[in-house]
């Protein structure tokens, strides 16, 4: 009996880390994806140990090699009649459980292994909501800092006049991500719909409530992340009231994380963008904040300006240094590393959650799993941005709209939903309490069954 479970473990572990090689060496200059690969991979050995079908499916390598990706010139011209070229690209990873359904980034620093990372975790965290989505991302490496909205206009149509061929209600169903919000979807659903010559609503999510947007879809990661961070605590007989809280970030993310924590009766200490961070130990203003960045779109270092006793420092990782309960890294990929996961451990943190995507790297994960700290990752704690763009998908399909209260109230036993699935696939298989473990297996196993089912091809 243990010689047969050892050599189904060897067997298991020689089959992932020959997937994993191979992948490295297709893959070499591509850092980001291969770290979230990793990640997954790490946690699917108990998984395929005890389901040697999977191998014989060989449904690691199947799943890891995407679907297909497109990449694009995207010609526009700026203010100064100059003509500016761009690359877009849409990942369209898997299309087992749905659609394919990911956002779309447009910064600066995107690339193909930036879009093929996100469209990999994006698999997992739609399979965990339990809607019907299947995984893709898109974007592109323009940089939407310092244009007018007449650019941002322009380059959403040239990059819609490329994209619509590829997508559809039915097919590839984008979104927003950094960079792109209710305005940016505007322009695209607007050149989609020019372009195709009919309303379908359902082609986008994230539009603009009243012309096809769902209500709560703003808010949706932000409060998803705090009603998943609820669930953490329920399990370890706490709640938000009363702890302090920093939160990286002041798009929309941390934005709607800050004001639903505070609603549970936190106090959020601190917030960021890429170039510094503001402390404000009496508790951020949100209503501040939101006009410095949602009607002004202003730098967040000019609300020191408006509250004397807040402070401005320059740089990001100094925000990990401010003495807290609870962390909510709701900026980017790879904010948080060993040293910051270190001082935050040293300082007593007790919980991170992350609203970002892949925002704490392999050895800070690591670090606070050993260390104890209750971690939520982000697949499973920020997918209720995706969870409630499934239910505007479900509204468009069927010609309503849903109240606030009616979406709020979905996410809310949605995110509830992701938590048990976690913590329950972690128990089963020997990890409890890992909700890295966890959510990668309960997200992978949905994808992998689906997958067989339809045999190969
Ligand atoms: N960009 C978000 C994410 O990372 C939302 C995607 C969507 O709504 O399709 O999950």
Same mark, same amino acid.
């Given at each position: 009996m243990t010689t047969q479970v050892v050599s189904n473990t060897q067997y298991a572990k020689e089959y992932i880390d020959g997937v994993f090689e191979a992948l490295k060496e297709k893959n070499a200059h591509q850092p980001e994806f291969l770290q979230a690969a990793e990640e997954i991979f790490l946690s699917l050995v108990p998984v395929f140990e005890q389901n040697p079908a999977y191998i014989k499916h060989n449904v690691l390598a199947r799943i890891v090699e995407p679907d297909r990706i497109i990449s694009f010139r995207v010609s526009w011209q700026d203010d100064n009649n100059k003509v500016q070229v761009n690359r877009g690209y849409r990942v369209q990873y898997n299309n087992v459980i749905g659609p394919y359904k990911g956002g779309l980034r447009f910064h600066p620093t995107v690339n193909e292994s930036i879009m093929k990372f996100l469209a990999f975790e994006q698999i997992f965290k739609n399979a965990l909501t339990g809607q019907p989505i299947g995984g893709g991302k898109g974007g592109s490496d323009?940089?939407?800092? @310092?244009?007018s909205n007449s650019e941002i206009m322009r380059f959403c149509q040239a990059f819609m006049t490329e994209l619509y061929r590829h997508i559809g209600p039915d097919v590839d169903v984008p979104a927003g991500d950094i960079g792109v919000g209710a305005r940016e979807v505007g322009f695209l659903w607007g050149q989609y719909k020019r372009i195709r010559g +009919?309303?379908? +609503?359902?082609?986008? *999510?994230?539009?603009t409530p009243g012309y096809g947007g769902s209500l709560a879809r703003k808010e949706a990661t932000g409060y998803g992340l705090v009603y998943f961070v609820e669930e953490m605590l329920r399990e370890a007989n706490? *709640?938000?009231?009363e702890k302090t809280v920093v939160v990286s970030g002041s798009g929309n993310v941390a934005i709607y994380a800050i004001e639903k924590a505070q609603h549970f009766g936190a106090r959020v200490l601190a917030c960021s963008d890429s170039a510094g961070y503001i402390h404000d130990p009496e508790g951020i203003d949100i209503k501040l904040v939101k006009e410095i960045k949602?009607?002004? @779109? %202003?730098?967040?270092?000019?609300y020191v300006e408006y509250r004397p006793t807040a402070t401005y420092h320059e740089?990001? *990782?100094?925000?990990?240094?401010i003495p807290c309960d609870i962390a909510l $890294?709701? +900026? *980017?990929?790879?904010?948080? %590393?060993g040293d910051s996961a270190r001082t935050l451990i040293a300082n007593g943190t007790q919980v991170v959650a992350e @609203? +970002?995507?892949? $925002?704490?790297n392999l050895e800070a994960i690591n670090e606070f799993l050993n260390a104890g700290v209750l971690f939520g990752p982000g697949k499973a704690a920020n997918a209720g941005g995706v969870a409630v763009s499934a239910l505007e998908m479900a509204q468009n399909s069927g010609r309503t709209y849903w109240s606030f209260q009616e979406v709020d109230e979905k996410l809310h036993g949605i995110m509830k939903s992701i938590y048990a699935q976690s913590s329950e696939a972690a128990k089963k298989y020997g990890?409890? @309490?890992?909700l890295v473990v966890g959510s990668n297996i309960a997200g992978f196993v949905k994808v992998a069954d689906g997958l067989i089912s339809e045999g190969v091809y």
């Amino acid at each position: 009996m243990t010689t047969q479970v050892v050599s189904n473990t060897q067997y298991a572990k020689e089959y992932i880390d020959g997937v994993f090689e191979a992948l490295k060496e297709k893959n070499a200059h591509q850092p980001e994806f291969l770290q979230a690969a990793e990640e997954i991979f790490l946690s699917l050995v108990p998984v395929f140990e005890q389901n040697p079908a999977y191998i014989k499916h060989n449904v690691l390598a199947r799943i890891v090699e995407p679907d297909r990706i497109i990449s694009f010139r995207v010609s526009w011209q700026d203010d100064n009649n100059k003509v500016q070229v761009n690359r877009g690209y849409r990942v369209q990873y898997n299309n087992v459980i749905g659609p394919y359904k990911g956002g779309l980034r447009f910064h600066p620093t995107v690339n193909e292994s930036i879009m093929k990372f996100l469209a990999f975790e994006q698999i997992f965290k739609n399979a965990l909501t339990g809607q019907p989505i299947g995984g893709g991302k898109g974007g592109s490496d323009f940089n939407p800092k @310092g244009k007018s909205n007449s650019e941002i206009m322009r380059f959403c149509q040239a990059f819609m006049t490329e994209l619509y061929r590829h997508i559809g209600p039915d097919v590839d169903v984008p979104a927003g991500d950094i960079g792109v919000g209710a305005r940016e979807v505007g322009f695209l659903w607007g050149q989609y719909k020019r372009i195709r010559g +009919a309303y379908e +609503a359902g082609v986008l *999510t994230g539009k603009t409530p009243g012309y096809g947007g769902s209500l709560a879809r703003k808010e949706a990661t932000g409060y998803g992340l705090v009603y998943f961070v609820e669930e953490m605590l329920r399990e370890a007989n706490q *709640t938000f009231f009363e702890k302090t809280v920093v939160v990286s970030g002041s798009g929309n993310v941390a934005i709607y994380a800050i004001e639903k924590a505070q609603h549970f009766g936190a106090r959020v200490l601190a917030c960021s963008d890429s170039a510094g961070y503001i402390h404000d130990p009496e508790g951020i203003d949100i209503k501040l904040v939101k006009e410095i960045k949602e009607i002004n @779109g %202003d730098r967040i270092n000019t609300y020191v300006e408006y509250r004397p006793t807040a402070t401005y420092h320059e740089g990001c *990782t100094g925000i990990w240094s401010i003495p807290c309960d609870i962390a909510l $890294p709701c +900026a *980017t990929q790879n904010e948080i %590393d060993g040293d910051s996961a270190r001082t935050l451990i040293a300082n007593g943190t007790q919980v991170v959650a992350e @609203g +970002a995507n892949m $925002p704490s790297n392999l050895e800070a994960i690591n670090e606070f799993l050993n260390a104890g700290v209750l971690f939520g990752p982000g697949k499973a704690a920020n997918a209720g941005g995706v969870a409630v763009s499934a239910l505007e998908m479900a509204q468009n399909s069927g010609r309503t709209y849903w109240s606030f209260q009616e979406v709020d109230e979905k996410l809310h036993g949605i995110m509830k939903s992701i938590y048990a699935q976690s913590s329950e696939a972690a128990k089963k298989y020997g990890y409890a @309490g890992n909700l890295v473990v966890g959510s990668n297996i309960a997200g992978f196993v949905k994808v992998a069954d689906g997958l067989i089912s339809e045999g190969v091809y």
